[in-house]
Nanobody, 122 residues
Framework: QVQLVESGGGLVQAGGSLRLSCTAS????????MGWHRQAPGKQRELVAA???????NYADSAKGRFTISRDNAKNTVTLQMNSLKPEDTAVYLC????????????????WGQGTQVTVSS
């Protein structure tokens, strides 16, 4: 059973930093893109950052220059380093990965973590 587990959320003051990590485990054959979304009250779900298996990255405009996404393919992990946090960054951050697994007969499927809360105080 493929599973994504996030860690690193918490409470931080504006201007501070947090590092989110997500690890995929289970019957994994190959992982394509990995990324982070966020969901905040009163806002639509937003793609924050994504990274391909080859290391190509994409960021939401609001994240550019402040957030950095990276991955460790050997460990099946993706990390989001968040600096210069703002109150508007407050949200539940959800890890997402496109994974081909043995259970899915090597067909790629999207998997989601349970989410980790990030709260930025002013």
């Amino acid at each position: 059973q493929v599973q994504l587990v996030e860690s690193g959320g918490g409470l931080v003051q504006a201007g501070g930093s947090l590092r989110l990590s997500c690890t995929a485990s289970g019957s994994i054959f190959r992982i394509s893109a990995m990324g982070w979304h966020r969901q905040a009250p009163g806002k639509q779900r937003e793609l924050v950052a994504a990274i391909t298996s080859g290391g190509t990255t994409n960021y939401a405009d609001s994240a550019k220059g402040r957030f950095t996404i990276s991955r460790d393919n050997a460990k099946n992990t993706v990390t989001l380093q968040m600096n210069s946090l703002k109150p508007e960054d407050t949200a539940v951050y959800l890890c997402n990965a496109n994974i081909a697994s043995y259970d899915s007969s090597y067909r790629y499927e999207n998997y989601w973590g349970q989410g980790t809360q990030v709260t930025v105080s002013s």
